[in-house]
């Protein structure tokens, strides 16, 4: 199994960014994933999360900024109204298996 992050990259404060996440030997559809991040000094957490059949999840400090969703073999996150404290690694998790994380920086 493998899961491949992209999509991070630098904005400002309010701004939004898309994160996307390519899952490859596995069969994507039937299984539980979700997005994490990790910001310096921290503990990795979980930002949000959607199952086989859609039902989505979300960090009380996300919800209603940012939207998990889906598509064939593809995980998304949409993140939106960002602020500073959004700044972290973000990873792609499947179970026991991780993307390799891609890099958000919200400037204030």
């Known amino acids: 199994v493998q899961l491949q992050a992209s999509g991070g990259g630098l904005v400002q404060a309010g701004g939004s960014l898309r994160l996307s996440c390519a899952a490859s030997g596995t069969t994507f559809t039937i299984d539980d994933m979700g997005w994490y991040r990790q910001a310096p000094g921290n503990k990795r957490e979980l930002v949000a999360s959607i199952s086989s059949g859609g039902r989505t999840n979300y960090a009380d400090s996300v919800k209603g900024r940012f939207t998990i969703s889906r598509d064939k073999n593809m995980l998304y996150l949409q993140l939106s109204s960002l602020k500073s404290e959004d700044t972290a690694v973000y990873y792609c998790?499947?179970?026991?298996?991780w993307g390799q994380g891609t890099l958000v920086t919200v400037s204030s």
């Open positions: 998790n499947k179970g026991s298996y």
